[in-house]
């Protein structure tokens, strides 16, 4: 234990040394970590809504092709709700590939993880109790 | 009594990372926390110039959160963790055009000394000064080695080589330090 003191201190000695670490860095560092996850975070949820409305829209435009057209007129609307349709379809299915390859698999991890955290957690209460009753005499 | 410490804290950190895994912010922040200090100098170790460690740390954490959900062992944070550290500083450093065995300042006479890492640990300016003596890659293995006292295998899985080659790195990197410190203390 007294060594593992003297390692730690050592350690702290050593970091010390840095000019690069001081309290004031390390303050600014967090507030501009916590400024980029959260910039990182909104991109996400940006992503998601781009996704939904391409959806949306497809969807939108394919009804009205396929119902609001009479049969054989073909038009310039047509044409533009088309290009619309196709455009929405490459968006959307481009966010759903995000969707199936990033985010689906981490919603599936968190929910095994979250199994974990409950066993970690008991294993930390575990070892604690052992703890406190190696100091008993 | 030792172990058991190691073990509690070890746990201890270990549902930091599953409850960060789970999306609690708090318990990302108690890892940066954690970690901060000695992962800024790990960087700084290897970029040299501070103000880019600081824009490289930045890439690291939020790589880290990132793709934290994905690590399947929490216990092997740690060891990811350098890793993912390991890897964007190298990139930044071959981005850079620096080439990682550029400065040999040891020459290879070290031989097969046996030298005691508690013992140079002792006075932490010198050896932050003499780190700074060693290349690249020397550099790094010590660092991580001093720095959370990793093991052979630890380390080659962080540098990406293997165990004999992080092995060899360790050892002549612990020689070369000995003798840069001698030195310095021969001269006052």
């Known amino acids: 234990m007294a060594e593992e003191n003297e390692r730690r201190q050592q350690v702290d000695n050593l970091v010390a040394q840095d000019i690069a670490i001081t309290d004031i860095t390390m303050q600014e560092f967090r507030m501009q970590l916590e400024a980029a996850l959260a910039d990182f975070e909104r991109r996400g949820v940006h992503l998601r809504r781009i996704a939904i409305r391409a959806l949306l829209a497809y969807l939108a435009i394919a009804v009205i092709l396929i119902v609001g057209q009479p049969p054989g007129a073909a038009s310039i609307v047509a044409g533009i709700l088309a290009i619309l349709a196709t455009t929405a379809m490459v968006v959307g299915g481009y966010a759903v590939i995000i969707y199936i390859g990033k985010v689906a698999p981490t919603i599936r991890q968190l929910q095994l993880e979250s199994q974990n955290a409950m066993i970690a957690e008991l294993q930390q209460q575990v070892a604690s109790l052992r703890e406190q009753v190696q100091k008993r005499p | ?188």
Not at chain 2, 55 to 70: N, S, Y
Request: proline share 1%.
């Open chain 2, 1 to 188: 009594m030792t172990d058991l410490h190691d073990e509690r804290r070890r746990l201890a950190e270990r549902a930091l990372v599953v409850r960060a895994q789970a999306g609690d912010r708090a318990a990302f922040h108690d890892l940066v926390e954690r970690y901060q200090r000695r992962l800024t100098y790990y960087v700084h170790r290897l970029i040299g110039d501070a103000e880019q460690s600081r824009d490289i740390l930045q890439e690291i954490w939020i790589e880290v959160f990132r793709r934290l959900a994905g690590l399947r062992s929490p216990a092997a944070f740690r060891v990811w963790l350098y890793r993912v550290a390991h890897h964007r500083a190298i990139k930044h450093l071959r981005r850079k055009g620096v080439e990682a065995r550029a400065e040999e300042v040891i020459a290879d006479t070290i031989g097969e000394l046996v030298v005691d890492e508690h013992a140079l640990l002792e006075n932490a300016e010198l050896v932050h000064h003499a780190l700074g003596k060693l290349t690249l890659d020397h550099r790094e293995v010590l660092t991580l080695r001093f720095l959370e006292n990793l093991s052979i295998h630890e380390i080659a899985e962080i540098v990406g080589c293997s165990e004999g080659t992080a092995k060899s790195r360790l050892h002549y990197a612990k020689a070369a330090m000995r003798e840069i410190i001698e030195q310095e203390q021969e001269h006052g």
